[in-house]
């Protein structure tokens, strides 16, 4: 799936929207968008992430190197709740601290369970028929990476250097390209700084 809509980046979800593309998720596809909302992570690192890479007694997240964009290895806190839904999944499936959480399953194949990462193209797949089903315009697997990083920049006022600690960017310029802004909030703050300096 093309991470751009018409504007030139992914969109961006409102709480409402998460929650119903959640909804039209299976299982395995709804608990990996939940990772990859928290952790800002993209398809690529959540897909490939093994059970050794979640530490439940310090709720971190680790994201091997040989996966990042960077091509360094970093950490995200995950919440409770998502890593209640892992260890559930982990446990139902029998995952050992090797194997893929998101794993590939088809009749077609003879991979044992945990041994091959589901494709981004099957996640790409499912993500594409829930957006659809629920009428959302421009998302794409990328847009719950970029929903993340831009709730924590407006609705948090998290400074992008914060924003970094998180997303894994190496460098100012490329986070901002990620971030969105709300027109309208931009100029109500624009117009109260008016008063403030007594411009009318």
Not at 54 to 78: A, G, H
Not at 104 to 128: A, L
Request: hydrophobic share 35%; with cysteine; glycine share 4%.
């Amino acid at each position: 799936m093309c991470k751009a809509n018409r504007s030139g980046k992914a969109a961006v979800l409102t709480n409402e929207q998460l929650e119903r593309f959640f909804g039209q998720l299976p299982e395995k596809y709804s608990v990996l968008a939940e990772v990859m909302l928290y952790s800002a992570g993209r398809v690529k690192e959540i897909t490939t992430l093994k059970v050794r890479n979640i530490n439940f007694t310090d709720e971190l997240l680790t994201i091997e190197k040989s996966t990042t964009k960077t091509k360094e290895t970093r950490q995200v806190p995950l919440p409770t709740t998502v890593l209640a839904n892992l260890r559930s999944w982990i446990q139902s499936k029998g995952l050992d601290t090797d194997d893929y959480i998101f794993y590939t399953e088809s009749r077609n194949t003879s991979f044992k369970i945990g041994s091959k990462p589901v494709s981004t193209q099957s996640v790409d797949q499912f993500f594409r028929k829930a957006f659809d089903w629920i009428g959302i315009e421009g998302a794409s697997t990328h847009s719950l990476r970029r929903t993340r990083l831009t709730d924590l920049h407006i609705r948090h006022g998290w400074s992008l250097a914060e924003i970094m600690d998180i997303s894994g960017h190496k460098n100012l310029l490329s986070l901002q390209q990620y971030l969105d802004t709300d027109r309208k909030v931009t100029f109500a703050k624009y117009r109260d700084l008016f008063m403030k300096e007594g411009v009318v």
